[in-house]
């Protein structure tokens, strides 16, 4: 059955503070809540469901959202109507980024930020990822475009980061000509 995350607000202190590295094997709890995130970052981004649960779309989900100060993150890319890749990221780093520049278009959002935030946050085209997956195994990712987004934007989350602290205050929106919007 399908049940909701307790998604904190951005004024929770949780969300400010730096994430511990994570130890194996992982605890049963977190492999549980790893399931939910991916069941409900799944369901957040298919109309019918979405509608159904009361859920806001999300691609993306950092342990700290969740009260847990870990390095955990949970990513669900539709890569095809109704077809998504699972990311599931312990202790990622940034291992490299292109020179490259992107930001979204109609900017970021975040399950944590109930309000409208306005301005573009400056992101690399495309990033390199180590981490662990659930059963320790070392894995690599490369991220290119939005999927690059939502690495650097999860992983924020995992320093006490939020996107809107990458706006710049003195210019919030960029043109085409300085950066690719995407």
Known sequence: MFKKLNILDEKDPH???????VSFPLKEEYQ???KQCI???TY?????YEEKYELRPGMGIAFPQLGINERIIVIVHEVDEGVFDEYVVINPKIISNSEEIIAAEAGEG???VNR???GHVPRYARVTIIGYDQNGNKIKIRAREELSIAFQHEIDHLDGIMFYD???KKKRFYSEDEIRLI
Not at 15 to 21: G, P, Q, V, W
Not at 44 to 48: D, E, H, L, T, Y
């Open 166 to 168: 990458r706006i710049n």
């Open 110 to 112: 975040c399950l944590s």
């Open 15 to 21: 969300l400010r503070k730096t994430s511990k590295e």
């Open 116 to 118: 409208e935030v306005e």
């Open 39 to 41: 069941d409900h970052l």
């Open 32 to 34: 549980k809540l790893i």
């Open 44 to 48: 957040s981004q298919i109309p019918k």
